[in-house]
């Protein structure tokens, strides 16, 4: 097989999460489990960093990811979903994933995938540690996919796990309530493992001590050591309690960063005082200013033009959409136009509720089975006073957009991972 017809086979043989929904959601760790005895449990060939949570933690991953490559390791990266291309997946050094080792692993490991039929992303988290050994990855920034307790990344023991932001996603799977979201991301607490949670949340903390409580885990909150105050022209001071103040120009835009920021500065406390890696003050800088270019993070809070502004964000729950509206009312512009798509399982009602009335809006479908009908999304936006225009895609919503903006407007592109997804030039 080429690397095209591997992916097919993948998408078409594999159950897949972004495709289909929470049918390729597995409540146990058998597969991986298998598939890792199989290979001879590589994800014990290098040291981690589990980060889980709701929003923030792709970011988080890629800041911390380009932090430790700063410091001079070998860094592995484990992310998903994908935007353009599979190979974002998996990363060691900010360079994705070859094709070929893709195809051979596919190959070598068929017989098994077809005897005990894994996820796609069983598959995947297989894959990653299996590149990562191969690669000799002295550490690898592992991003839970969905949850914590049963995703297929908690076969891992790291050094320290991150929690960011819990707010309500895949509610239909990880439980109604912020308290059982948390249960579920605090599934990656381990005996004896340092945790950081990025910020106090109500109603929220007392999961996290109680999991940590029971299992001997350090645990503290970012948010109470530090804090951001923003400064002029994208500058950032982070005043810390206990230490002095420290200056950055972050790469990753918008104030939503500043709690992530807190947590991985934090991650990097626990680590640098366990001992077992050294990073130095200089690859802190570093990363945290040049995580875009390093590790090729897209998607979040990414400007794509000016004269019009044009921004896209993956952010599509509700607190990632509350974000995207409060990041969009510190620019000026005349007229706001949105192209919106979104995905069947959401509370579509609930998040169109928090957009802006005034935009005009171009309402799209993206291209997965998920993808919800834009006459459907359309439908709903006029029952609560959005008004704006259908497209047959996200080309064509981008399209009419900037067919329709001036240069003093502001043009968003969101409301799915997968319509940002279909950017071009992403």
Same mark, same amino acid.
């Given at each position: 097989?080429?690397?095209?017809?591997?992916?097919?086979?993948?998408?078409?043989?594999?159950?897949?999460?972004?495709?289909?929904?929470?049918?390729?959601?597995?409540?146990?760790?058998?597969?991986?489990?298998?598939?890792?005895?199989?290979?001879?449990?590589?994800?014990?060939? =290098?040291?981690?960093?589990?980060?889980? $949570?709701?929003?923030?933690?792709?970011?988080?991953?890629?800041?911390?990811?380009?932090?430790?490559?700063?410091?001079?390791?070998?860094?592995? &990266?484990?992310?998903? @979903?994908?935007?353009?291309?599979?190979?974002?997946?998996?990363?060691?050094?900010?360079?994705?994933?070859?094709?070929?080792?893709?195809?051979?692993?596919?190959?070598?490991?068929?017989? #098994? #995938?077809?005897?005990?039929?894994?996820?796609? %992303?069983?598959?995947?988290?297989? &894959?990653?540690?299996?590149? %990562?050994?191969?690669?000799?990855?002295?550490?690898?920034?592992?991003?839970? $996919?969905?949850? $914590?307790? %049963?995703?297929?990344?908690?076969?891992?023991?790291?050094?320290?796990?991150?929690?960011?932001?819990?707010?309500?996603?895949?509610?239909?799977?990880?439980?109604?309530?912020?308290?059982?979201?948390?249960?579920?991301?605090?599934?990656?607490?381990?005996? +004896?493992? *340092?945790?950081?949670?990025?910020?106090?949340?109500?109603?929220?903390?007392?999961?996290?001590?109680?999991?940590?409580?029971?299992?001997?885990?350090?645990?503290? =909150?970012?948010?109470?050591?530090?804090? /951001?105050? @923003?400064?002029?022209?994208?500058?950032?001071?982070?005043?810390?309690?206990?230490?002095?103040?420290?200056? =950055?120009? *972050?790469?990753?835009?918008?104030?939503?960063?500043? &709690?992530?920021?807190?947590?991985?500065?934090?991650?990097?406390?626990?680590?640098?005082?366990?001992?077992?890696?050294?990073?130095?003050?200089?690859?802190?800088?570093?990363?945290?200013?040049?995580?875009?270019?390093?590790?090729?993070?897209?998607?979040?809070?990414?400007?794509?033009?000016?004269? @019009?502004?044009?921004?896209?964000?993956?952010?599509?729950?509700?607190?990632?959409?509350?974000?995207?509206?409060?990041?969009?009312?510190?620019?000026?512009?005349?007229?706001?136009?949105?192209?919106?798509?979104?995905?069947?399982?959401?509370?579509? +009602?609930?998040?169109?509720?928090?957009?802006?009335?005034?935009?005009?809006?171009?309402?799209?479908?993206?291209? /997965? *089975?998920?993808? &919800?009908?834009?006459?459907?999304?359309?439908?709903?936006?006029?029952?609560?006073?959005?008004?704006?225009?259908?497209?047959?895609? !996200?080309?064509?919503?981008?399209?009419?957009?900037?067919?329709?903006?001036?240069?003093?407007?502001?043009? =968003?592109?969101?409301?799915?991972?997968?319509? !940002?997804?279909?950017?071009?030039?992403?």
């Amino acid at each position: 097989m080429n690397f095209q017809e591997t992916l097919n086979y993948m998408y078409e043989r594999l159950p897949m999460y972004q495709r289909v929904g929470n049918t390729a959601f597995k409540k146990d760790l058998g597969n991986i489990q298998i598939l890792c005895e199989r290979l001879g449990n590589p994800q014990e060939a =290098f040291q981690s960093v589990h980060i889980a $949570g709701t929003n923030g933690k792709g970011s988080s991953s890629h800041m911390l990811a380009a932090i430790l490559q700063s410091a001079g390791y070998t860094t592995g &990266l484990y992310t998903s @979903p994908h935007l353009r291309s599979f190979t974002e997946r998996v990363k060691v050094d900010g360079q994705e994933i070859e094709e070929e080792f893709v195809i051979h692993f596919i190959e070598e490991l068929r017989d #098994i #995938i077809e005897e005990i039929q894994p996820s796609f %992303f069983e598959i995947t988290v297989a &894959l990653a540690f299996a590149y %990562f050994q191969s690669k000799k990855v002295e550490v690898a920034v592992i991003e839970v $996919g969905l949850g $914590g307790r %049963f995703d297929s990344t908690n076969i891992i023991q790291p050094l320290a796990c991150l929690i960011t932001n819990i707010s309500f996603d895949h509610v239909d799977m990880l439980g109604d309530t912020l308290e059982k979201i948390a249960f579920e991301k605090a599934g990656i607490i381990k005996p +004896g493992v *340092p945790v950081v949670v990025s910020q106090r949340q109500a109603g929220v903390d007392q999961v996290f001590q109680q999991k940590s409580e029971e299992v001997n885990a350090a645990l503290s =909150f970012a948010s109470d050591a530090l804090q /951001v105050v @923003p400064s002029e022209k994208g500058k950032i001071t982070v005043v810390h309690k206990e230490q002095p103040n420290r200056e =950055f120009m *972050p790469s990753l835009l918008g104030k939503h960063q500043h &709690l992530n920021i807190c947590g991985v500065l934090q991650m990097i406390e626990v680590l640098n005082t366990q001992g077992r890696l050294k990073i130095p003050e200089g690859a802190v800088k570093t990363g945290i200013e040049s995580s875009q270019q390093l590790t090729g993070i897209k998607g979040r809070w990414q400007q794509l033009g000016e004269a @019009p502004y044009i921004f896209c964000d993956i952010g599509h729950n509700e607190e990632g959409l509350a974000t995207v509206v409060e990041q969009i009312s510190r620019y000026p512009y005349d007229q706001l136009h949105i192209v919106l798509g979104m995905v069947k399982d959401k509370e579509v +009602g609930k998040l169109l509720q928090l957009l802006p009335q005034k935009a005009r809006y171009y309402f799209c479908k993206p291209q /997965v *089975p998920r993808g &919800l009908d834009a006459g459907i999304l359309y439908e709903k936006a006029l029952h609560i006073g959005l008004r704006g225009e259908l497209a047959k895609s !996200v080309a064509e919503a981008i399209n009419k957009a900037k067919a329709a903006a001036s240069p003093r407007d502001f043009i =968003f592109i969101g409301g799915s991972t997968f319509v !940002v997804a279909e950017v071009e030039g992403l």
